[in-house]
């Protein structure tokens, strides 16, 4: 049976989509050519002006997506107002995608802790060397700061920033769409309903 199909109404319907997810990822993670957990992240800001850009997807379960970010860029300072986003998974040599809405919550700092530890130290160095969606006078202002940091920890830990951490967006929508012929696509969205979800087929 191929997990991935999105054919059979009934045997959709029944399915978890945090399972179905999996499988699609999965099948991304050794099929897509780069960055299997590219997602577009869209937020509003302050005048109701919606605002999108690339993330990574960082852990996926149950409890919903998870990216990181500085806290004080643009995408942190809007999802902290308004502690909603939506997100979309798009997987084109595999000609799918998934599209999640929903609530934003601040993952742990246990969480946030362990991904951080996980990453390259140049990436960590980067985190804290970086103000992110400031203005910059010059590129060698940031490179500067780059080899400040990298001599003050050259032995040892780079400590994660206390403005860098997780967001976990807790979906009450998810969206598959896989490509049909004639554009007569394959649609299915799930809408949470109490512990359980509700499917339905859409048109294309």
Partial sequence: MDKTALTDDETVRQRDPNELFRDWMADAETNEINDPGAMSLATVDGDGLPDVRMVLLKEHDDRGFV??????????????????????LHWKSLRRQVRVRGEVEIVTDAEADRYFASRPKGS??????????????SRATLETRVRDLEARYADGEVPRPPNWSGFRVVPSEIEFWR??????????????VGQGWDAVRLYP
């Fill in 67 to 88: 990216f990181y970010t500085n806290f004080e860029s643009r995408k942190g300072q809007e999802i902290l107002a308004h502690r909603k986003a939506a997100l979309c």
């Fill in 124 to 137: 960590r160095i980067g985190a804290r060397a970086s103000d992110q969606s400031r203005p910059l006078d």
């Fill in 179 to 192: 490509d049909g012929e004639f554009r007569l696509h394959d649609r299915f969205r799930f809408t949470r």
